[in-house]
């Protein structure tokens, strides 16, 4: 039986992600771990009191500096991890990647099941209509920070590639959406809007775990969500 370990459980979709475990015949729980600094709590233990060592894989879902933490702690452990966390500076990214010598690692943006297939649509649009404007949009909660999500920016670094047309953005927090990714593509006479609807957070967990499933006995390496479908 598969076991996981999870750091940020106590958050959005960590909560999703312990339900999913509990819920799967395969899988049982390592530790569920807090991204805060403070003592154990309830069912969370922090993650300075955590061992890292009862687990076959570990999903974050939690905070960059959190994750920058975690990278400390399994230093000499070869634990697999799937990284969900987003809002990595450059340097955090880069030490993302040179993890890859260490353990197999699977950082993606969006884990959505269906994302991967979107993305690639968008890009085979834009390569197929070399006059239209472009803008990738999103929709999330309210508590969301205002800036940019990392599934906008994957969208637009991906959709510039070999062209110089210039990416509009269209961010908007609304409520308790769970999530919407938007592009559009709009060459004047007529316009093309691709979107994609994620009813709650569970689709980032579900995705999360069948990411977790496919790491565990990799060799190392830097892998992404793409890969599992590639």
């Excluded at 890859?100 to 884990?111: C, D, E, H, T, Y």
């Amino acid at each position: 039986m598969m076991r996981v370990s999870i750091l940020g459980a106590s958050g959005k979709v960590g909560r999703y992600l312990l339900s999913e475990v509990e819920n799967t015949n395969d899988m049982k729980l390592g530790e569920a771990i807090s991204s805060g600094r403070g003592e154990a709590n309830g069912a969370f233990v922090a993650l300075g009191a955590s061992t890292l060592e009862n687990s076959d894989v570990l999903i974050d879902f939690s905070t960059p500096a959190a994750t920058m933490e975690l990278l400390d702690r399994v230093q000499g452990n070869p634990l697999p991890l799937v990284i969900g966390t987003t809002g990595f500076s450059a340097a955090e990214s880069a030490r993302l990647r040179s993890e890859a010598q260490n353990r197999a690692i699977l950082v993606g943006a969006n884990f959505t099941k269906g994302f991967e297939a979107f993305a690639a649509a968008a890009q085979d649009l834009v390569g197929s209509l070399p006059d239209a404007a472009i803008e990738v949009g999103e929709i999330y909660n309210a508590l969301k920070k205002p800036a940019a999500s990392g599934t906008t920016h994957r969208l637009c670094n991906e959709l510039s590639q070999g062209n110089s047309r210039e990416i509009g953005t269209d961010i908007q927090r609304i409520g308790d959406t769970a999530g919407t990714n938007i592009v559009t593509l709009d060459y004047g006479v007529a316009r093309i809007r691709l979107e994609l609807n994620v009813a709650s957070r569970a689709a980032y967990s579900a995705g999360a775990i069948e990411a977790a499933r496919w790491l565990v006995g990799k060799p190392n390496g830097f892998y992404e969500p793409r890969n599992l479908i590639s």
